[in-house]
């Protein structure tokens, strides 16, 4: 059974225990035309793709010990999601995200430093 961990600091991300000992960070498609314009600045659509993919940057460029600590990535068009058993993890990597969301200055650092290959 799914439940929502309370962690307000990591809005608007969302902290899920999804079953024991594994967890979801999710994004959902509810915030992304906040921030659409940067993405159609570097000519990507606002969708869990982007944001997965702006979310391995963050790894990379922010915190590049979590590479090992996080389960892995399953975007959808409408949501990002970062799974794995490490929640501390988890919830490190939704600060940074939750960070550059409400900071638009550092939300286009990270678009524009995502790699290429990383768009989907």
């Not at 990591?10 to 915030?31: C, K, M």
């Not at 906040?34 to 793709?49: C, H, I, K, N, P």
């Amino acid at each position: 059974m799914t439940e929502a961990i309370d962690r307000p600091d990591l809005a608007p991300l969302s902290l899920f225990d999804t079953s024991p000992g594994n967890y979801s960070l999710i994004l959902t498609d509810h915030h992304f035309a906040q921030a659409a314009d940067l993405f159609e600045a570097v000519g990507q659509e606002a969708s869990g793709y982007s944001w997965d993919a702006v979310a391995h940057t963050a790894v990379r460029v922010h915190a590049p010990e979590l590479g090992d600590r996080i389960g892995g990535f399953d975007p959808e068009a409408g949501m990002m999601c970062v799974y794995g058993k490490d929640e501390a993890a988890l919830r490190e990597l939704g600060s940074i995200l939750s960070s550059a969301f409400h900071d638009r200055a550092k939300l286009s650092a990270l678009i524009e430093a995502t790699d290429p290959g990383d768009w989907d």
